[in-house]
Structure formats: C-alpha cells, structure tokens
C-alpha cells in the first residue's frame, strides 16, 4: 500500500486517540455535576478522561487501597510467586486489624485464593493484612511493594502506606490514578477480574454481600471496589460494558452508599449515551512500507507501537482526516521501534492528536557495495529534492 492510498484509508477510519476537548461544547449536553469531592469517568480501551472534577486531587481513598492490593496480590501469582492454594498463616497483627473483615482466625491457615475473594468481596481488612505480610513479610515492606507499583503504573498523586486504607496523613490516591489502576487490573488479568463481579462470598459460615450496590441494579456492571471512612466519605470505582464499550468511573467523597452509586450512575449513563469508542487496529499491524537506505532489505515494515483507539462523541467520526508521513531519508541500521514517521488527526484545519509510526522490524546495515551504491543515489535524490 502506498502513502497515498494509505492516507485516504485513515482518513475513513481515523484511529487515534482524541480527546472530547477538541470538539466545541455546544456539540453535546454539559456533563452531569456530581456531589462529590472528586470524580473520573475514563474510557478502559483507548484511556482518554471523558469527564472529570477535580481529578487529581490528593485525597484519601479509605478501602479503594485495596484495589492495588488485590493488583499485587494477582502479579505475584501471575509471576508464580505465589500460589492460588498456598496456605497463608493468620498472624495475630492481622487478626487484630479493625475495621471490616473477613472474620479469619488468628493462627489459621487461608489460602491465597480465599484471601483475595475476602478482600475484593468482603474488604476484609484482616484477609489484606494477612496477604500483604505473606507477599512481602511485613505491612511496610508491603507498602514499599504498592508505591513501586504506583510509580510503573504512572499514578502520579498516589502514596500507600499500608494495604489496608485505614487513614494516615500520607496515604492518599486520585479519582484519576484509581481510574489509572483499574485499568491495569480489567486488561492484565481478566481471569482475576471476575471476582470483582462476584455479589457476596461466604467464609466461616458467614454471607457477605458486596458493597457495590449496582451490581445488583444495573447488569451492565461488573466491578470494581467501593470504600469508606469518615475523612474518605463513600467512594467508588466501578466499570461497565455496553455495546463493546466499557467505562471506568470513579467518586471520591460522596455522603452516604446509597449516593455513591447515584452518583456512579449518572457517570456511566452519560458517558454510554454520549460518546463511543472504537479500536480500528492492533498494535504491531502494517500499515506501510518505508524505504530504507543502505540496509540489507530496501524496506521496513511502518506500525504503531499502540493500539489504534479512539473516543469522541458520538456522530463526530465523519469529520476527522487524518495523514501519515514517513521519513524519506531512513538509513540502516534501523532497530525494531525506531520511530520512522507520524500520523496526524485533524478536525478542520486543527490537528487533534498525533501519534509516531515505528519500524515493525529490523534492518542491518548492508554490504559495502550496497552502501556505496545507495550513497551515490541519495547524493542524486538530494539535489533533485
């Protein structure tokens, strides 16, 4: 496929990231204004924020900590350092933690896999405890664990110090980095993610229900967590599908259970009517050919290193164009992942978003011969272009 023909193609599947900011307001209904300290409504596949107040605001998260608990919890098992049945020893520390429970017995062995179900389903703040000194032999070094864990997931306004959320001055996260980190958990492990869809869990001849009551009012919804302390007020993340498209919303600061899923609510719904999203290609997929001075092959493969996704209100798809230019002068040796071009997004005459094409491929510098030869022909292609 040549530059040209490419070109018109994208400009029919336009697949990029966009953000709803790029389009006038009177486009679309105001977003719904929520009664809470904080709030995020962010689309899982391409990531982009559609609504947000106050969404980097430090706050504390009281029992959403435990989000990236379970997400630890889940890594290290996926890493095989630990095991689904691997019996974990209550220690009186964790039995002792207050707060709501999973009601485990002091010197009893749990395993893993129970543990986490009383954690996401229960909250139990003793099944964290436990868990976290299993993993890391200790609440601190678990602590260390979560924060390295914020720095490679990029939570910017994220700080843990323990696994539980139980208040400390510097224990606090985001509507935004709760969004960020429920990302994370929905697409790397979707085995692990249908616990967090599962409506009560019994243990020690115990029923608990989960707390996120729209898992029994909406069927659309399918996760995550809720949370609650006095300074945190009621709060939330939960995520839905409809149609292929999946939200994550996040509250921060609500007053009572009941609003935080109204609240929720009111995200989702506005976000389902109001924009769509749509993946038109896989990372890794080719896009192009570009030319390639000096090398062993004469070509190399053009992709993106990202999926190819957008989100925007609904009915805008029509009025984006899009462009691709490659570098004319690429000389070998070129890596896997260089980046080779760029691809533009424009609405109008405004460029929305902007994304690098990168080699699919390697290509090793080639034979003397061929690099005599080639330099020759770029001397010539230098002064005619």
Request: aromatic share 8%.
């Amino acid at each position: 496929m040549n530059i040209t023909t490419f070109a018109k193609r994208l400009c029919l599947l336009v697949p990029l990231l966009l953000s709803p900011a790029a389009f006038a307001v009177e486009m679309m209904p105001s977003p719904p204004q929520l009664a809470a300290k904080a709030f995020v409504l962010m689309d899982a596949s391409s990531g982009n924020v559609l609504v947000e107040s106050n969404g980097d605001q430090r706050l504390p998260p009281a029992s959403l900590t435990k989000l990236m608990t379970a997400y630890i919890a889940t890594l290290e098992i996926r890493r095989g350092q630990i095991g689904e049945n691997d019996p974990v020893t209550v220690s009186e520390n964790a039995w002792r933690t207050g707060g709501s429970r999973m009601f485990i017995k002091v010197g009893s062995q749990v395993t893993v896999s129970d543990l986490l179900h009383g954690i996401i389903i229960q909250s139990g703040n003793d099944a964290s405890v436990a868990l976290a000194e299993h993993i890391a032999g200790s609440e601190d070094a678990f602590a260390d664990m979560m924060n390295k864990t914020v720095a490679d997931l990029g939570m910017t306004n994220s700080h843990f110090m323990n696994p539980t959320g139980l208040p400390n001055p510097e224990h606090y996260s985001s509507a935004h980095d709760m969004a960020v980190l429920a990302r994370a958990i929905i697409h790397e492990d979707p085995a692990h993610y249908a616990i967090y869809s599962q409506k009560e869990f019994f243990w020690n001849g115990i029923k608990q229900p989960n707390r996120n009551l729209l898992l029994w009012r909406d069927k659309t919804v399918d996760g995550l967590k809720t949370g609650h302390t006095d300074e945190a007020g009621y709060c939330m993340v939960s995520s839905a599908v409809r149609d292929g498209m999946r939200l994550i919303a996040v509250v921060f600061g609500t007053s009572s259970e009941v609003a935080r899923a109204a609240e929720t609510q009111k995200l989702l719904t506005y976000g389902f009517r109001f924009f769509e999203t749509q993946t038109f290609y896989q990372k890794g997929t080719e896009l192009a050919q570009a030319q390639v001075w000096k090398g062993t092959s004469s070509q190399v493969k053009a992709g993106l290193a990202e999926d190819l996704t957008m989100t925007l209100p609904k009915g805008q798809l029509k009025k984006l164009a899009a462009s691709m230019t490659l570098n004319p002068q690429l000389t070998a040796p070129i890596a896997k992942g260089d980046v080779i071009g760029k691809v533009e997004v424009k609405l109008e005459d405004k460029v929305v978003h902007s994304a690098d094409l990168i080699a699919l491929d390697a290509v090793e510098e080639g034979g003397i011969f061929r690099r005599m030869w080639d330099s020759i022909r770029l001397f010539f292609y230098g002064l005619f272009n």
